[in-house]
T-cell receptor, first 117, second 114 residues
């Protein structure tokens, strides 16, 4: 069984400041990792994902996350946030099973990022 | 455009009434899911279906029912047996077997019980 822990339920920051949203996971097998973003009263949108290869993955709007296998972490970072980044962010994990039977994501409880002017 | 369509976006019901939330996808995905979202609790899986005419209970299936008669459709019924149905409901789909687990979400349906 897998689990995901998002260490901060809320993160308030000022505009143009850097931010890190922390995510740790637990799994007995290899994993795929995802960050989703949710704006108020909307569904979740994929922000970025780690499947294999380079441990640093980037999104088109300046976020990046680094897969750290030894620390079982996948923290999300942005060097300078904007007001429009205010949203809830969810970390999620799925396991890489042999035979390709991969169909369930396990989500963290979310981190509400609030960017203040 | 390919995607997932949920309807209605907002729904009000009286206690004791059943209500059905619609979810349609045109992504040709095999797997579909229903999640419930409450403030501070993240997403909790209600039901999922990997193939037509088959579905499995998730973590909080009590008081809910689903059907999967067509590949593109996965409606959720919130029954009167659900003790606290007021919540935001999210439908999702994924390619299924052989995929990475990545989910594609609809815009959600907000149910309020009066």
């Amino acid at each position: 069984a897998q689990s995901v822990t998002q260490l901060d339920s809320q993160v308030p920051v000022f505009e143009e400041a850097p931010v890190e949203l922390r995510c740790n996971y637990s799994s007995s097998v290899s994993v795929y990792l995802f960050w989703y973003v949710q704006y108020p009263n909307q569904g979740l949108q994929l922000l970025l994902k780690y499947l294999s290869g380079s441990t640093l993955v980037e999104s088109i709007n300046g976020f990046e996350a680094e897969f750290n296998k030894s620390q079982t972490s996948f923290h999300l970072r942005k060097p300078s946030v904007h007001i429009s980044d205010t949203a809830e962010y969810f970390c999620a994990v799925s396991d890489v099973r042999s035979g390709g039977s991969n169909y369930k994501l396990t989500f963290g409880k979310g981190t509400l990022l609030t960017v203040n002017p | 455009d390919g995607g997932i369509t949920q309807s209605p976006k907002y729904l009000f019901r009286k206690e004791g009434q059943n209500v059905t939330l619609s979810c349609e996808q045109n992504l040709n995905h095999d797997a579909m899911y229903w999640y419930r979202q409450d403030p501070g609790q993240g997403l909790r899986l209600i039901y999922y279906s990997q193939i037509v005419n088959d579905f499995q209970k998730g973590d909080i299936a009590e008081g809910y029912s689903v059907s999967r008669e067509k590949k593109e459709s996965f409606p959720l019924t919130v029954t009167s047996a659900q003790k606290n149905p007021t919540a935001f409901y999210l439908c999702a789909s994924s390619p299924g077997t052989g995929g990475t687990g990545e989910l594609f979400f609809g815009e959600g349906s907000r149910l309020t019980v009066l």
